[in-house]
């Protein structure tokens, strides 16, 4: 466990170096290619900057704020905030801030740069459905990827990834409505036609990157999570059973969005068709096999 974390904490630097590099390759094209002069460039490196520390500092309030999930007090909700306290506890852990979502879809995630800010978030419709040691099992998941520093890695994949998708949408279009702005004198040249089209098919293949970056998260920290949550409640069969009902429930999450799609416990929009293949959660079919094993 503690070389996943560690592990958790470089990927965090690795993402964010991917990220500002990206970031860099864009304004440089745009001044090599399109002419727009080193301000492009500048401009890159500000943009990226100022995104890396958006993503570390506000990711977790972006992400919350993008589901529509609601903080509440114990009073508000006993029940729940008094489970998110107790499996704090037993995990050793400074208690998290609890979240409500207002659906009846059946989902829960955790946020935040580090234990000392964190957030837990589940929706009316999980709350209602599982039994007492099932959701008991969901938040024991969810705290395990606060002690585990998944949280750091998918609260900043949240933010950089739709900046690469925001920046490339831009780029696209500076390049339709703007041109070569150097007046063609040297785009018809070969290493201009070279420049072009590396830097048209980065454009294309920009979401592909992007969800690459978040599968880099790797699926086996939905494993490790279900498995130290399980130690956490020491009844896997609680989980198992709680994944059991989510998986047979049909109700997408519709405030989930493929930025925020990795962070729930499993897939908010339910559908399985070709973007499944890049889905960071892995079969919850093996999941719930892998916890009975256990027992």
């Known amino acids: 466990m503690y070389n996943q974390i560690d592990s958790n904490k470089r990927k965090t630097n690795l993402l964010i170096l991917i990220f500002t590099v990206f970031i860099i390759a864009i304004g440089w094209f745009l001044n090599v290619y399109m002419g727009y002069g080193y301000g492009s460039v500048v401009l890159a490196v500000i943009i990226s900057v100022v995104m890396t520390l958006l993503s570390y500092y506000k990711g977790d309030a972006i992400a919350l704020r993008s589901t529509g999930a609601k903080q509440i007090q114990k009073e508000e909700n006993p029940y729940v905030y008094r489970m998110v306290e107790n499996m704090a506890i037993t995990a050793g852990l400074p208690m998290p801030k609890v979240y409500i979502i207002n659906s009846p879809a059946l989902n829960a995630f955790a946020t935040g740069r580090d234990p000392e800010h964190a957030s837990v978030a589940v929706t009316t419709g999980i709350v209602q459905a599982l039994e007492n040691e099932e959701l008991e099992g969901v938040i024991a998941h969810e705290m395990s990827h606060i002690k585990n520093y998944d949280i750091r890695v998918m609260t900043i ?35 201009g036609s070279i420049i072009m089209i590396v830097g048209l098919v980065l454009l294309i293949l920009s979401p592909i990157i992007a969800e690459l970056i978040k599968l880099a998260i790797s699926r086996k920290r939905e494993y490790l999570a279900d498995a130290s949550g399980s130690l956490l409640t020491r009844y896997p069969e609680g989980l198992a059973r709680a994944l059991e009902k989510i998986s047979k429930s049909t109700e997408p999450l519709p405030t989930a969005s493929a930025a925020t799609a990795h962070l729930f416990i499993s897939n908010p929009f339910k559908k399985q068709n070709f973007t499944s293949l890049f889905s960071t959660h892995p079969p919850i079919t093996d999941r719930i096999e892998k916890l009975r094993n256990m027992a």
């Open 157 to 191: 994949v949240v933010v950089l990834v739709g900046a690469i998708s925001l920046l490339s949408n831009w780029f696209f279009r500076a390049r339709l409505l703007g041109g070569d702005r150097r007046g063609g004198n040297k785009s018809g040249g070969q290493l």
